[in-house]
């Protein structure tokens, strides 16, 4: 196989003279760039924090100012430090004196202690879309080499307005970062495969570095980079080697084999201290233990961290559905590293906890529960969460490669298979990528969220730019086509706004459907308490009348903070409540997360089933005798027997399970942000939720009234 072709030659000829500037030779893009980066941060203003947010900025700003790194393990630490800078301006308090809890040390941290929230959240929201303004401008100089500048444009224009994009270039996590340096690595890398020099090594070693400390899911540019070098050494062109002002070129395998190896283990090297860098340049977790010395040191490597929980701790009690256990090689793999104290310890205890998080996880898919995950979950996430236009675009970029190679034959006679094998060639990382990051989602558990394939989508995107070239074509039909599909993307991307999270395509009906297909990240992450206080107080709902409120919410946000006003009903993780009070539910206004309404993470979790049922009206007479006694105040049940006080204790549960699955045969009268639905009941529909018989209940006999404006 010899292909020999420059990996970023532009297929395109429609560049301006040398004498143009740069900056206006790049004011389109500088303007997208712009345009992306208003629309992300407007978007947020009046968001809530979403689940992960308070526990990275709590994690970041301890890593700074505590030197500990306790929190957040599994994230890495590159974007929780990032997202933190601003914070170390500030005059903020960190709990003390705290067991170590990952989301209740950061709920205190953001509500608790008095920080101001909102600040904090905002000022790391900010740093994370300034990293989505240079992945953004990566997208544009690579497809730029690859299809021309028209290219370029196009896949940045598709970059900018993808909802998915825009919804999570702007939330202080670490999915965009780990999206970025996913593709600066791959760009880097590829480079370096092309030449070798002090500079490539060096730029292609801390993308790589930054990617191992931004989530464990780096570890997939093993075999990407293994297969890219692979094909680099199958394609027998000639290798520079660059040595300050010397440049010589190597042609055979068995040379360039060699510089490779070298280059590989000076790589390990590299990347080796980056991480250890964003750990303190040392094993130990924590500054207390890093002080002991070595007899003062528990025996067998043990940490102060303890040892990782084991999966059956850590999951089994929650979730009562399946035993697991993490896989020997990555138990053996962290038993060798605290040996002989090779990574660092708070990375290795991440590692672990991803290996069993991963392998056991609630998920709700288009009304199914599992705990196990689904094949499809990851590709139906893509399909439904992604503008039908982009799908046409891709089509036409498919088409334009194919309209090159013939034209290329015609004109200068290449076959069309050295055409076809060199454009692979030239895109070699971006679908070698795509397949092995699809193979590997595809069989995972983590079915939570279509924010774990973020990574896919700036590699689409870049291949999409092979399309830029029908631009430039003198069809009457092809350009306005092409016109027509992008200003309907936009025009989507537009109107959904700010909800970008929330965005579904027609083909499940747009976004006021969505709760009945996917929840979680996809949907509902808790971002939506400050439109439902303005709801609220638009409605005159808010304390103004009598009408009864309730909320159960999905989030660590804090209904308390932003003044919601509302009768509490069970939701996940409600680490603003010690205890849930047994309520005496009747008419009035519903409001529901998507994910609370279809049980994902609270016991009764799933489906209304018998064995709830018999549970719950085992218990309703005894919670009907102490609301009699006592109101709804918690201290009536003190009148009952122990055992039943205890038993008590899960009736919240379940009477608003039984009341979820009422609700889910009824459609919402309203939407807030299209993650929290509005139900409004009468009396008597209350009393049919928690009443009615199971068979009428689970056959779903309640109303399907429209939606009400």
């Known amino acids: 196989m010899s292909v020999r072709v420059n990996p970023c030659s532009s297929v395109s000829d429609a560049d301006p003279s040398p004498s143009v500037s740069v900056i206006w030779k790049h004011l389109p893009a500088l303007g997208l760039l712009l345009l992306f980066w208003v629309m992300a941060v407007t978007s947020v203003l009046n968001k809530s924090a979403t689940y992960d947010e308070p526990l990275h900025l709590a994690g970041g700003y301890e890593y700074w100012t505590q030197n500990e790194f306790k929190l957040s393990t599994e994230n890495g630490n590159l974007a929780q430090r990032w997202a933190a800078l601003p914070l170390l301006l500030g005059d903020y308090k960190f709990p003390q004196g705290k067991k170590l809890d990952n ?133 027998n062109s000639p290798l520079p080697l660059v040595f300050g002002r010397h440049e010589t070129s190597f042609v055979t395998r068995r040379s360039q084999t060699l510089i490779f190896l070298c280059v590989l283990l000076l790589q390990i090297t590299l990347v080796s201290v980056v991480v250890s860098a964003f750990y303190g340049f040392r094993y130990s977790a924590t500054k207390a233990h890093a002080a002991l010395t070595a007899d003062q040191k528990p025996a067998r490597g043990g940490v102060v961290l303890e040892r990782p929980p ?101 004109h200068d006679g290449m076959p069309i298979y050295r055409c076809i094998g060199g454009g692979f060639y030239r895109t070699a990382p971006l679908w070698i990528f795509l397949v092995i990051y699809w193979v590997v989602a595809i069989q995972t558990d983590l079915n939570i969220g279509q924010r774990h394939i973020l990574p896919v989508y700036p590699i689409t995107f870049i291949l999409a730019g092979a399309a830029g070239g029908l631009l430039s074509s003198r069809s009457r039909i092809i350009r306005p086509a092409l016109a027509i599909v992008f200003a309907f993307f936009a025009v989507e991307s537009v109107l959904i706004w700010p909800n970008y999270l929330a965005y579904f395509n027609q083909l499940v009906g747009g976004p006021k459907h969505a709760y009945r297909h996917l929840v979680d990240s996809s949907l509902d992450w808790g971002q939506d308490l400050p439109q439902l206080q303005a709801w609220m107080e638009s409605h005159a709902l808010n304390g103004q009348d009598d009408t009864p409120v309730y909320l159960s919410y999905f989030g660590n946000g804090n209904p308390t903070y932003h003044k919601i006003n509302a009768e509490r009903l069970p939701g996940y993780p409600d680490l603003d409540l010690k205890e849930h009070e047994l309520l005496s539910l009747r008419g009035g206004v519903y409001c529901i997360s998507a994910t609370m309404l279809q ?111």
């Not at 905002?122 to 028209?150: A, K, T």
């Not at 979950?377 to 088409?399: E, N, Q, R, S």
């Not at 993470?601 to 218990?619: A, M, V």
């Not at 139900?679 to 009428?696: C, G, I, K, N, T």
């Open 103 to 235: 989301f209740r040390s950061s709920f205190d941290f953001f509500y608790n202690v008095g920080n101001d929230a909102k600040t904090m959240l905002w000022q790391g929201r900010v740093m994370i879309s300034l990293l989505g303004v240079l992945l953004g401008f990566l997208v544009y100089v690579w497809s730029s080499e690859l299809f021309g500048r028209l290219g370029g444009l196009l896949s940045l224009a598709l970059y900018s307005f993808s909802p998915t994009i825009l919804a999570n270039s702007r939330l202080a996590t670490s999915d965009l970062v780990v999206t970025l340096c996913f593709t600066a690595s791959l760009w880097s890398l590829w480079r370096l495969l092309h030449r070798v020099s002090a500079l490539t090594l060096a730029v292609s070693s801390l993308c790589i570095g930054a990617l191992f400390v931004s989530k464990m899911s780096a570890v997939l540019i093993v075999p990407v980079g293994l297969i890219m070098l692979l094909i680099r050494l199958l394609a």
């Open 310 to 410: 084991t999966p059956q701790e850590m999951y089994q009690s929650r979730y009562a559905r399946k035993a697991v256990s993490v896989p020997r090689f990555i138990t053996w793999m962290i038993r060798f590293n605290r040996k002989h104290h090779i990574l660092p310890e708070a990375y290795l205890h991440g590692l672990y906890v991803v290996a069993a998080y991963s392998l056991v996880r609630p998920a709700f898919f288009n009304g199914k529960y599992s705990d196990g995950g689904w094949p499809l979950f990851f590709p139906y996430c893509f399909l439904v969460k992604t503008p039908l236009p982009v799908f046409l675009i891709l089509l036409l970029a498919g088409f334009a490669a194919i309209n090159r190679c013939y034209r290329q034959r015609s």
């Open 599 to 709: 049980m994902v993470h609270i016991y009764p979790k799933g489906p209304w089933t018998i064995d709830y049922e018999n549970t719950y009206q085992s218990l309703r007479i005894y919670a009907q005798m102490a609301q009699f006694s006592g109101g709804k105040s918690n201290n009536n049940k003190s009148k009952l027997p122990a055992n039943i006080q205890k038993s008590l204790q899960i009736f919240p549960h379940l009477q608003f399970g039984r009341l979820a699955a009422y609700l889910r045969n009824r459609k919402p009268d309203d939407y807030v942000g299209y993650s929290i639905l509005i139900y409004r009941l009468s009396d008597l529909e209350v009393q049919q939720a928690l009443s009615m018989p199971f068979v009428q209940l689970v056959e779903g006999s309640a109303s399907h009234a429209e939606p009400k404006p």
